[in-house]
């Protein structure tokens, strides 16, 4: 990935058309989809707040695979949230670097605030343009986690592997062992 001047030498839409082709295969397996596209609203020289993913298939039905949201309110999560039965890591981690580092990819100069990137079935060397894309920035802080349930995916912090491996502690137990406590005593009567 080519950096100038601190900013990704790649436009923001075929950054998001190589998020698409990432997860083609897990659309592929809910739908079949012919095309796909990634709409966005956002007024020149601003940050996106929100993206949809959608799929269309051979007769034009359109699906929304996700959406993701960069601010929380009461009628959304931050981050990504998938629909129906779709679920794509590789999309999910691929989104969440874009939005999280929009700042670093290119835009026209003549930007309209409604963008569209169309996705096609890719070809081989496609696939391999954005598998070599996403190692690229595979370093880059991008925290997906699995499904909580078949709608949504939260962020949540990398964690290391002992992290990882931890038990959670129980409430109301305490761990075998704690500090010793030292208190100097200003009560100047005998105990």
């Given at each position: 990935?080519?950096?100038?001047?601190?900013?990704?030498?790649?436009?923001?839409?075929?950054?998001?058309?190589?998020?698409?082709?990432?997860?083609?295969?897990?659309?592929?397996?809910?739908?079949?989809?012919?095309?796909?596209?990634?709409?966005?609203?956002?007024?020149?020289?601003?940050?996106?707040?929100?993206?949809?993913?959608?799929?269309v298939?051979?007769?034009g039905?359109?699906?929304?695979v996700?959406?993701?949201?960069?601010?929380?309110?009461?009628?959304?999560?931050?981050?990504?949230?998938?629909?129906?039965?779709?679920?794509?890591?590789?999309?999910?981690?691929?989104?969440?670097?874009?939005?999280?580092?929009?700042?670093?990819?290119?835009?026209p100069?003549?930007d309209?605030?409604?963008?569209?990137?169309?996705?096609?079935?890719?070809?081989?060397?496609?696939?391999?343009?954005?598998?070599?894309?996403?190692?690229?920035?595979?370093?880059?802080?991008?925290?997906?986690?699995?499904?909580?349930?078949?709608?949504?995916?939260?962020?949540?912090?990398?964690?290391?592997?002992?992290?990882?491996?931890?038990?959670?502690?129980?409430?109301?137990?305490?761990?075998?062992?704690?500090?010793?406590?030292?208190t100097?005593?200003?009560?100047?009567?005998?105990?």
């Open positions: 990935m080519n950096r100038s001047h601190g900013r990704i030498n790649m436009e923001l839409d075929k950054a998001l058309g190589l998020a698409v082709i990432l997860g083609w295969d897990d659309l592929k397996k809910v739908s079949d989809a012919c095309s796909a596209r990634v709409e966005y609203q956002c007024e020149p020289g601003t940050s996106l707040d929100y993206l949809s993913v959608w799929s298939d051979a007769e039905h359109q699906n929304r996700c959406e993701y949201w960069t601010g929380t309110s009461p009628a959304h999560p931050t981050g990504v949230r998938f629909t129906n039965s779709f679920q794509s890591d590789q999309l999910g981690q691929a989104l969440d670097f874009i939005m999280t580092n929009q700042g670093q990819f290119t835009r100069a003549d309209c605030p409604d963008g569209l990137a169309l996705i096609y079935p890719p070809s081989g060397d496609e696939r391999a343009e954005a598998a070599t894309w996403m190692k690229g920035v595979h370093g880059a802080p991008t925290n997906i986690s699995p499904l909580e349930d078949q709608r949504f995916a939260t962020l949540r912090p990398v964690l290391s592997r002992a992290a990882q491996r931890r038990k959670p502690p129980v409430a109301g137990k305490l761990p075998r062992r704690l500090p010793k406590r030292i100097k005593s200003t009560d100047p009567s005998p105990a």
